[in-house]
């Protein structure tokens, strides 16, 4: 008699047992996703998501590679010679650049008497006009990663042309202390010092100058601290992967292609100065130990007088939002 084949046996559980799998590990996944969003760095991935991060970043890096860039180059035309030369070190280090690229932007600066008859005073003054466009898009970054209130008079032309002339002025500092510190051990150590100690002192600048005064000094100073360090951390690692960048772009593309390698380094340097503007005020706005470290003695944020900040978005943020927000998104619980 032939064997009669048999059905396969279905060997999942049936009924409550494989309705409790399922229980069980959807109650797992809702446990993981309430514990990571409890933590500080999903708050931070959230303001930055309220912050069109990804929006906000290509803003800022077109507008500082049209604008800021050529400013710079302008600006240190009319500069004595050694002032030149420490924009320059300042500048190059932090870009990474080396080989046909370097050589390209030191004969930029170099060519400062032609910079200068091309350009005139009132050239000049128009090109700081400009470049505060720059400066107002790295404005509203920082009033909206600290929830302030739209509508504020800000000012944005005089404040911009203001900070950009402090921005030449760190740039000169700083490029001045890499010259004319020497290559020893110590030397190195006191630069690296000497560095930190400038860049947070710049960034915590930035951040109360463009925020107009409104936030007290201590609550900034952990986004000055953590912005200084990722740029630190980014320009160390431009000197490594930028160089084979412009190599290969300028190969594939010309002079073309050194435009791109740039904006793609300030697009890395925009999210880093976003990462910053958003982590601060998460880390001071935390009820915890570190929030009361952060605040110092006072628990207010902001000055005597100011306008109080906007509530959080009464919902979720969610990825698209990294892009942009529509009207009805935006909209803020009382």
């Known amino acids: ?34 514990l990571v969003q409890s933590t500080i760095l999903w708050r931070v991935w959230e303001r930055m998501l309220e912050t069109e991060f990804v929006d906000r970043s290509v803003a800022l890096a077109g507008k500082a590679f049209v604008s800021f860039f050529p400013l710079v180059i302008v600006v240190a035309a009319f500069l004595p010679e050694r002032m030149r030369a420490s924009v ?16 390209l932007t030191r004969s930029a600066f170099q060519s400062a008497d032609d910079i200068k008859k091309a350009t005139g005073i009132l050239g000049l003054v128009t090109t700081f006009f400009f470049a505060s466009s720059f400066t107002t898009a790295l404005q509203r970054v920082y009033l909206r990663a600290w929830r302030r209130p739209p509508g504020l008079k800000v000012g944005s032309y005089t404040r911009g042309l203001i900070w950009l002339v402090a921005l030449l002025g760190y740039m000169t500092a700083s490029g001045g202390i890499a010259r004319s510190l020497g290559r020893s051990a110590g030397g190195l150590s006191l630069l690296a010092v000497l560095f930190v100690a400038v860049s947070v002192g710049w960034w915590w600048f930035t951040a109360w100058y463009l925020l107009l005064g409104h936030v007290r000094w201590r609550p900034l100073l952990p986004t000055a601290v953590i912005t200084s360090v990722a740029m630190g951390v980014y320009a160390v690692s431009a000197s490594i992967w930028m160089p084979e960048v412009v190599k290969n772009n300028q190969n594939q593309f010309g002079f073309f292609g050194i435009a791109l390698a740039l904006v793609t380094w300030f697009s890395g340097a925009s999210v880093c100065i976003i990462v910053g503007a958003c982590a601060g005020p998460v880390l001071v706005e935390d009820r915890g130990v570190i929030g009361r470290i952060c605040r110092g003695r006072e628990d207010q944020l902001l000055v005597e007088g100011a306008l109080p900040s906007l509530d959080a978005p009464v919902r979720s943020a969610r990825l698209r939002d990294a892009f942009s927000y529509s009207d009805s998104d935006v909209a803020h619980g009382d």
């Open 1 to 34: 008699m032939w064997p009669v084949d048999e059905p396969p046996v279905d060997e999942r559980p049936e009924g409550p047992a494989a309705t409790g799998l399922v229980a069980r590990a959807r109650q797992r996944f809702e446990w993981g996703r309430e």
């Open 88 to 103: 320059f070190a300042s500048l190059t280090s932090r870009l990474g650049l080396s080989g046909n690229a370097l050589d």
